[in-house]
C-alpha cells in the first residue's frame, strides 16, 4: 500500500535545506538557521514549511481518545476523579505551531511567490490556526489570541491575558470563513494534492465549532440562537459537499482504505505512508499478530450492547424482528457491529497467523492459571477493536507500520452535525431523514414504516437521545464520542458505571483450535454454515459447552475483578486547568475557575 505524498516530500525537501544552507562549515549559525529571503522568495520551500505545520497541527490516529469514554477499557485517571493538575496539558505545545503560522501568514506576501500560491498557502495556514485554537478552546475556554508574528525575545509582548471564550470563537469562525474564500472546492491535481485542505472542510469544520459551541458545556441556558447559528453552517457545509461528489462512501467497514481523491467521504484527512506511519493497527490486533497487541481501544460491554439488531431496533426491544441472545451476542446485528468488534471465535481473516490458532479466527478467551486475573496478551474485555484494521497488513513487526489514513472529518459526521443542530431548531424531520440515510448505508433494514428501526413521533429529547446515540454507533473509537460526552455535559449518564466486559474461559477441546488442513476445511465449512466436524459458535448451547463466560467489571490495569472501579468524571474537568508552569511564565494568565486559585469563567 505505497502512497505518493506530495506533502510529505516537501516537508523532506524543506529540511533538507534547512540543514544545507550554509555554505561556511564554521558558520557560527544554528545548523537548522535558512535566510527568510530564501523561503518566502521560493514557493516551494514556502510549502515545506506549511507542510511542517500540518505534520504538527492536524490530529491521527488516537489511541487513548475512546479511554476517555465509556467505549474502551482505559487507564485515564480523568474518568475516574483522580486527574491533578496540569496532567491534561495541551496547553502550551500548540502555541509553538500557532507561532508559526503567524509566521507564515505574515511573512508569505513579502516575497516573490505568486499571488495564487500565496492565497493557497494562507487558506491552509488560517484553518490550521483556527483548528488549534478551537483545540484549546474546548480543552480550556478562553485563551490568549497572539494573531501577530512575535519575537520571543520581546516577553512583555507574549504575556498577554486569557481572551474571553466568545471573543476565541468569534476570532475562529473569522479565520474559517477567511480561509473558505481563499481555499477551492477542490485542487487542479487532485490526486497529487490529495489531503490538502479544501473549502468544503473550512465549512465542515465551522459547522462543527458552531455545534460545540451551542452544546450545553459552552451554554448551559441553551440560547437557540446559538443552535441556528450550528444549523446554518452545517446547512452550508452539506449543500457544498454534496453538490461537488461528496456524501455517504457504499461501505461502511472499507471506507477508511478507500485513500484517493475519488473517496466521497473524505473530508479532512492526515495522511500516513510506510514511511511516515502509525502503529495503531499493532496497537488493535490481537496480541499474537501485533507486537502491541491488546494495549488500543478494547471494546467495553456497554458498548456492546449499544448496537441495535439488524432491523435497528435495541436488543431489549419486545418490538424487534429478531431475539437477542446474549451468549451469541454478534448474531442478527447491525452490520457495523461485526466491522467494529472482534468477539471470541469471530471471523477475522489477517495476513500472519500464528501457531495454534486457524488463520481467519479470534480467540479471546482466557487461560491464566491465576484465579481472577487476565492473561496479559488477552484483552480484558475479550472484545477486540477491528474498526479500520488493514487485515492484509502483515502482522508482527510489520504491523507496527501501517498507512492507513486518519479521517478526521468525514460526510457522515457532517451529516449527524446538522441533524443534531435540526433536532434543536425544531426540524424534527430533517433529522429523521439524515439518521435514515446513516442507517441505510450502514446496512439496517428499512422495516415497514422505513424508519429503520426508529421509534415513530420522538419528542426534541427522545430524538436528541437517538442522535447522540448514533453518533456513538457511526463514530465509535474515532475520538467523537468523548467530545461528544463533553460537550453536551453528558458524562453524569454514565458517572457511577462501570466498564465491564467478559472473561472467557475455555471448558472443553474443540478442534477449531488445530491449524490442520482437515480442520481448516471444516472451519471454511463452518463459515459457510455446515457444521462438518467444528463447533458452530453461533448456536448458544454449543458454545456453552465449549465455553464459561463471566462478567466482571474492568480493572484499569488490566485485572478482571467483580468491584472494578465506578466512573466518576468531575465537573471542573469539563474546562481544564492552565498548567502551572505556564501560569508562571506569564503573570497575566488567570487560572480556570474550579481549579484551585481560579478566576476565570470560561463561559464569558
Not at 504575556?159 to 475562529?172: G, L, Y
Not at 435540526?422 to 429523521?432: C, D, I, K, P, R
Amino acid at each position: 500500500m505505497m502512497k505518493i505524498n506530495n506533502i510529505n516530500k516537501l516537508m523532506f525537501l524543506f529540511i533538507l535545506v534547512l540543514t544545507q544552507c550554509s555554505e561556511d562549515p564554521l558558520d557560527k549559525r544554528p545548523l537548522g538557521a535558512i535566510s527568510e529571503e530564501v523561503v518566502w522568495n521560493d514557493e516551494n520551500l514556502a510549502i515545506g514549511f506549511l507542510n511542517n505545520i500540518y505534520s504538527r497541527a492536524l490530529p491521527g490516529w488516537a489511541t487513548t481518545a475512546s479511554q476517555l469514554s465509556d467505549d474502551a477499557h482505559g487507564e485515564n485517571g480523568l474518568m475516574y476523579g483522580e486527574a491533578q493538575p496540569g496532567s491534561m496539558n495541551i496547553y502550551s505545545g500548540n502555541y509553538k505551531t500557532i507561532k508559526d503560522i503567524n509566521l507564515l501568514l505574515a511573512k508569505i506576501g513579502t516575497g516573490t511567490i505568486g499571488t495564487e500560491a500565496q492565497n493557497l498557502m494562507s487558506g491552509q495556514a488560517l484553518f490550521l490556526r483556527a483548528h488549534l485554537y478551537f483545540k484549546l478552546v474546548a480543552a480550556y475556554g478562553g485563551v490568549p489570541l497572539v494573531l501577530d508574528a512575535k519575537d520571543k525575545s520581546d516577553i512583555e509582548a507574549l504575556q498577554v491575558p486569557r481572551n474571553k471564550t466568545s471573543e476565541c470563537i468569534a476570532q475562529i469562525l473569522n479565520d474559517l470563513d477567511d480561509a473558505a474564500d481563499l481555499l477551492p472546492v477542490a485542487y487542479s491535481n487532485a490526486a497529487e494534492e490529495y489531503g490538502r485542505i479544501t473549502k468544503g472542510a473550512a465549512l465542515a469544520y465551522k459547522g462543527r465549532v458552531l455545534l460545540h459551541y451551542a452544546s450545553e458545556q459552552f451554554d448551559p441556558a441553551q440560547d437557540k440562537g446559538r443552535w441556528q447559528a450550528a444549523y446554518d453552517a452545517n446547512k452550508a457545509a452539506v449543500a457544498l459537499l454534496s453538490s461537488n461528489g461528496k456524501g455517504l462512501h457504499p461501505s461502511y467497514e472499507n471506507l477508511w482504505f478507500d485513500e484517493s481523491e475519488s473517496n466521497p467521504e473524505a473530508i479532512l484527512i492526515k495522511r500516513y505512508t510506510l514511511d511516515q506511519s502509525h502503529n495503531r493497527d499493532a496497537g488493535c490486533r490481537p496480541f499474537i499478530v501485533g507486537t502491541n497487541g491488546e494495549s488500543f481501544d478494547k471494546p467495553t460491554k456497554s458498548l456492546v450492547d449499544a448496537f441495535p439488531m439488524k432491523d435497528g431496533k435495541a436488543i431489549n426491544d419486545p418490538t424487534s424482528s429478531y431475539t437477542y441472545n446474549p451468549t451469541a451476542l454478534w448474531v442478527d446485528r447491525d452490520p457495523r457491529f461485526s466491522a467494529t468488534i472482534a468477539w471470541n471465535g469471530a471471523v477475522w481473516p489477517l495476513n500472519n497467523p500464528a501457531p495454534n490458532r486457524t488463520s481467519d479466527l479470534e480467540w479471546t478467551f482466557q487461560e491464566s492459571a491465576i484465579e481472577g486475573q487476565a492473561d496479559s496478551r488477552i484483552t480484558p474485555t475479550s472484545f477486540n477493536c477491528r474498526k479500520a484494521i488493514d487485515g492484509s497488513i502483515e502482522g508482527g513487526a510489520a504491523s507496527l507500520s501501517s498507512p492507513t489514513d486518519w479521517i478526521e472529518i468525514r460526510y457522515a459526521e457532517v451529516l449527524l452535525n446538522l441533524a443534531e443542530a435540526a433536532n434543536e431548531v425544531g426540524l424534527s424531520m430533517e433529522a429523521y431523514n439524515i439518521l435514515s440515510q446513516i442507517r441505510d448505508r450502514a446496512g439496517i433494514e428499512s422495516g415497514l414504516d422505513g424508519l429503520y428501526g426508529l421509534q415513530a413521533g420522538m419528542d426534541q429529547n427522545e430524538l436528541r437521545m437517538a442522535i447522540m446515540h448514533e453518533r456513538r454507533l457511526e463514530l465509535v473509537f474515532e475520538g467523537k464520542r468523548s467530545s461528544d460526552l463533553r460537550r453536551r455535559r453528558m458524562y453524569d449518564a454514565i458517572n457511577g458505571t462501570y466498564r465491564q466486559g467478559y472473561r472467557i474461559t475455555k471448558t472443553a477441546s474443540f478442534d477449531a483450535l488445530d491449524p490442520s488442513e482437515e480442520i481448516l476445511d471444516d472451519r471454511i465449512a463452518l463459515e459457510e454454515g455446515i457444521n462438518n466436524g467444528s463447533i458452530d459458535l453461533n448456536d448458544p448451547s454449543v458454545y456453552n459447552t465449549y465455553f464459561n463466560t463471566e462478567l466482571r467489571s474492568v480493572e484499569r490495569f488490566g485485572n478482571i475483578d467483580d468491584d472494578g472501579s465506578a466512573i466518576n468524571y468531575l465537573d471542573n474537568y469539563y474546562f481544564f486547568d492552565i498548567p502551572q508552569d505556564d501560569l508562571n511564565k506569564n503573570p497575566h494568565l488567570e487560572q480556570t475557575k474550579g481549579w484551585p486559585g481560579g478566576t476565570f469563567d470560561p463561559l464569558q
